[in-house]
């Protein structure tokens, strides 16, 4: 059964620096870019960016560069995206997605991070 | 940036009707349009992609069509489990920008 599972879940305070996980099970991330998509509590859907996992490659939204960071570990079939200088606005559900360079078909169960002090 | 609007931002509809999104780009986005569907508490489902092709498993009710910049995600037959958000998006230029959602309720 395929699935990207998330952790890294959790409270942050504010200057402060979030990693959260991507897991992929029973596929291989390789095969795959991983897209990074937020949801701020009762918003809508905002797109953070991209990582290709053979590569290393990285397209980032304009509004995160320079505060996102988005690795992987193909050893463990894991990617990981950093958000640092946390606000209280980056509160929100971190989803991963699998799929091409443009659309996804396949999302994580999310991890929400919570920003405050 | 390229906007993406989509109207109504809410609809009340009932079981077996026929529903109707529609999703208006800034600037033409050629069919690089995806759709999204998504329940409260839950992670997005990828529903259409391309503007017009399914995903796999997602029942054939479920039908897009558009290109350039107007877009329409429709819904042949409600069902009690597609009372959700929908939500389109623009992948033809960096960033990829998505519509603000419409919630279809009873």
């Known amino acids: 059964q395929e699935q990207l599972v998330q952790s890294g879940a959790g409270v942050k305070k504010p200057g402060a620096s979030v990693k959260v996980s991507c897991k992929g099970s029973?596929?291989?991330?390789?095969?795959?870019?991983i897209h990074w998509v937020r949801q701020a509590p009762g918003q809508g859907l905002q797109w953070m960016g991209w990582?290709?996992?053979?590569?290393?490659?990285?397209n980032f939204a304009p509004n995160f560069q320079g505060r996102v960071t988005m690795t992987r570990d193909t050893s463990i079939n894991t990617v990981y995206l950093e958000l640092s200088r946390l606000r209280p606005d980056d509160t929100a559900n971190y989803y991963c997605?699998?799929?091409?360079?443009?659309?996804?078909?396949?999302w994580g169960q999310g991890a929400l991070v919570t920003v405050s002090s | 940036d390229i906007q993406m609007t989509q109207s109504p931002s809410s609809l009340s509809a009932s079981i077996g009707d026929r529903v109707t999104i529609t999703c208006r780009a800034s600037?033409?986005?050629?069919?690089?349009l995806a759709w999204f569907q998504q329940k409260p508490g839950r992670a997005p489902k990828s529903l259409i992609f391309?503007?017009?092709s399914l995903q796999s498993g997602v029942p054939s009710r479920f039908s897009g069509s558009g290109s350039g910049t107007d877009f329409t995600l429709t819904i042949s037959g409600l069902q009690p489990e597609d009372f959700a958000t929908y939500y389109c998006?623009?992948?033809?230029?960096?960033?990829?920008?998505f519509g603000g959602g419409t919630t279809v309720e009873v």
């Open positions: 997605a699998r799929g091409g360079s443009g659309q996804t078909n396949f």
């Open positions: 029973g596929f291989k991330l390789t095969d795959y870019y």
């Open positions: 990582i290709n996992p053979t590569t290393g490659d990285t």
């Open positions: 600037q033409g986005v050629s069919e690089y």
């Open positions: 391309a503007a017009s």
């Open positions: 998006q623009q992948y033809k230029n960096y960033p990829y920008i």
